[in-house]
């Protein structure tokens, strides 16, 4: 059972980080520099600062490709910008 397990483990790990991959690096990026920044905040400035970063990463281009692909249901074109 530990190796269907571990198995299932595995392939789920790699299809996620496939799927992280494909996402433009420059917004990955920004959200992990947030994530590490909030961590030592309390929740009231953790939120306050999420959203303050979450509204400036909105008007990254790669952002707003994604959206618009979302919308249009299509595959975003990363600029890295």
């Known amino acids: 059972m530990w190796d269907f397990h571990h198995r299932l483990l595995t392939k789920t790990t790699h299809e996620l980080a496939s799927e992280i991959a494909q996402a433009s690096g ?3 990026g920004l959200g992990k520099a947030a994530f590490y920044t909030q961590i030592d905040l ?3 400035k953790a939120y306050a600062y999420a959203k303050e970063v979450m509204s400036m990463n909105a008007l990254a281009a790669d952002a707003q490709e994604g959206m618009t692909a979302f919308l249009e249901k299509r595959a975003p074109c990363w600029t890295a910008r």
């Open 26 to 28: 420059v917004i990955i």
């Open 42 to 44: 309390d929740q009231p």
